[in-house]
């Protein structure tokens, strides 16, 4: 079974600063997707930035990038430019490359403070 | 992004009643639609996939007689509580898929408050 973990329960970081949040997963696949969600106060579930495991180049969206490290199974988001609206609990997620209904697997969150 | 509703946000029912939860994908269809449940500062965790005009597949340890998925159209998706109880309440949240590599697009949650 996929597994994914996220050892830093808690991050802070200060406006303007960039932080980078960490994320491992085990899995026996070649092929799948991995994805970071944010999560605000609001608990709606927001999609930040989504990479494939077969594109060596790794995903950017505006301030927001990861560090895909396939061999060593790691997927790691950095955030540039820390706004206070970034603050949030993210979640790092893995998904199998199915032909259907193919589920996402939750790490545990990170829960990021922004400080002015 | 895509835009996935949930109705309602918020519901307080008492004990023994059941509560139904709206699911619907608005621009786009859902071939499959996922149910889950949140706890306070934890994760997601998966209850059931349900694609339109089949049966939900449960997750391990969740009751289908309890929480009942009902996938009728490719833009909605219900979640039935039956029978509630205090244990039951949480946070609910869905999401949907248009195709099984796309991304899964979630609804803005219902929070349960069984009395």
């Known amino acids: 079974a996929q597994t994914v973990t996220q050892s830093q329960p808690e991050m802070s970081v200060q406006e303007a600063e960039t932080v980078t949040l960490s994320c491992t997963y085990d899995?026996?696949?070649?092929?799948?997707?991995l994805f970071w969600y944010k999560q605000p106060p609001s608990r709606q579930m927001i999609l930040v930035i989504r990479?494939?495991?077969?594109?060596?180049q790794n995903a950017t969206e505006n301030r927001f990038s990861v560090n895909f490290q396939k061999a060593a199974k790691s997927f790691s988001l950095k955030i540039s430019d820390s706004q206070l609206g970034d603050a949030a609990m993210y979640f790092c997620?893995?998904?199998?490359?199915?032909?259907?209904?193919?589920?996402?697997?939750f790490g545990e969150g990170t829960q990021l403070t922004v400080n002015p | 992004g895509a835009v996935v509703s949930q109705h309602p946000s918020w519901v307080i029912c008492k004990s023994g009643t059941s509560v139904k939860i709206e699911c619907r994908s608005l621009d786009f269809q859902a071939t499959t639609m996922f149910w889950y449940r949140q706890f306070p500062k934890q994760s997601l965790m998966l209850m059931a996939t349900?694609?339109?005009?089949?049966?939900?597949?449960?997750e391990q340890g969740v009751e289908k007689d309890k929480f009942l998925i009902n996938h009728a159209s490719l833009t909605l998706s219900t979640l039935t509580v039956t029978s509630a109880h205090p244990e039951d309440s949480s946070f609910y949240i869905c999401s949907a898929e248009s195709g099984p590599q796309e991304t899964q697009y979630f609804g803005p949650g219902t929070r349960l408050l069984v009395l």
């Open positions: 899995t026996s696949e070649s092929d799948y997707y």
């Open positions: 349900s694609n339109e005009g089949s049966k939900a597949t449960y």
């Open positions: 997620a893995y998904r199998r490359l199915e032909t259907s209904g193919s589920r996402l697997t």
């Open positions: 990479q494939e495991a077969y594109k060596q």
